[in-house]
């Protein structure tokens, strides 16, 4: 018999409660036409993965988007097991075996590393870290970032870059009106840091920032923008890739956004951030902590591919400064018993229909999201990405190749109880919500995060200490 009659509901759990999770959620629960039911696991308590602890919380509007998710948790079909971690309270198989079709949701959990020397002295730290930590994800709320230095090192021209940059200058009432985690507030308001020096491995034509992440690095209340004048001035690599198909306008902007920067006058603010180009990171050095970082100056040149690449010439910069922030992109990591392409840093998939040896199907196995095409793209991206993960999926349903299985709705949660997992369902996230928001109203905020397990996993069960 096929799943999708309401004798067998299409049974699909999903693994991760980000974006590309809820996308497929609401691409499955869209089809009232068939039976489905949907089961969404999380190794937090709470849901929305990177929309709570990657956003930055000085962009509130980016978050609206969970009112989109909440109205898909809403759904009778739809159930939510948090504080459940795939790979030690239940492996990959056991939950295969219990669904008709698993869909990996989880995203990519940690950062591309540099490869020098240095990297891993105190005080140089990956950016992703230091955005859970301001976030107040649980597992990053007692890390420690000593911002007692003036100046600090941003690695990369992305997003998250940008992001960081910008939270390290926010003044105390621009972090008090957002979600930023209690202690986070403190430590960036009381912070010694007056420079942030964001370097670019390439030219500003090439950086991946987003138009509106590099005007704001040009708004900041109290810190001026630089950009040296000669590193604007079009080079012929840079001309020649700006009248290119490889440009867009979002490469055009933003030089446009870098030029003005050059021109400005300083404004006489007592903080500044600087976008330098063209520098590649060579080694951090310091006795004991980051004191410096030696960086190659590069030059641009056009490789075989005709992919604009930076070559390090002779000449070599050493920046003094406190603490070095990686921020050159996030990785995804495998799962014990599901395909993975380590050097990718994804599943294998076809589609989203995950893939085994030999681009064989691993069947009732799909992806969606940063583990399915890599660390790119903004929220929006993983609508599209999931409704091509879902329709693969509902093909093989309506084809006949899911495996076949037995095991009912309460199949999971009797395993869990069985085994001891003390795990937490919507409801229990609603009463941490719920918390939250009556903690910040009463403090004029948005909502104080709980950003410890202990905290959470009360507030889930009502439990409320004050
Ligand atoms: P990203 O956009 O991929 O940027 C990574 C940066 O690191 C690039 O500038 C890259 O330079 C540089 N890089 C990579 N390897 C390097 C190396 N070995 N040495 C020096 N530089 C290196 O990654 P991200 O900033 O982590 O962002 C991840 C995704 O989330 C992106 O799609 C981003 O747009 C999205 N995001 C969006 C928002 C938002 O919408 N507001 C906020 C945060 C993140 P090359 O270009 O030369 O490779």
Known sequence: MTPGEPSEPLRVAIVGSGPAGFYAAEALLGHPEMAIEVDMIDRLPTPFGLVRAGVAPDHPKIKSVIKRYEKTAGHDAYRFFGHVTVGRDV???ELA????????AYGAGTDRKLGIPGE???GSHAATEFVAWYNGHPDFADREFDLGCERVVVIGNGNVAADVARMLLLPRPELECTDTAPYAIDALAGSSVREVLVLGRRGPAQAAFTNPEVRELGELTDADVFVDRAAVAADETSAAFLDSDAADATNRKNLESFTEFSEREPGGKPKRVELRFLRTPLEIQGDGRVERIVAA????????????RARATDETETIECGMVLRSIGYLGTGIDGVPYDAAAGVI???????TGDGSKPHPGHYVVG???????????????DAQETIETLLEDAAAGTLPERDAGADALPALLAERGVDFIEY????EIDALEQERGAAAGRPRIKLTAFEELLAAARKERNG
Do not use: C, F, M
């Open 348 to 354: 294998p998939n076809e589609r989203g229909r995950v």
């Open 120 to 122: 891993d002295l105190p």
């Open 97 to 104: 075996g219990l669904y008709h079709a698993v869909v990996w």
């Open 427 to 430: 409801d229990g996230w609603q």
């Open 91 to 93: 492996s990959a198989e």
């Open 370 to 384: 940063w583990i399915k095409r890599g660390p790119t793209g903004v929220i929006g991206t993983n609508k599209k």
């Open 297 to 308: 100056v590069n030059r641009l040149e056009v490789d075989e591919s005709g992919a604009v």
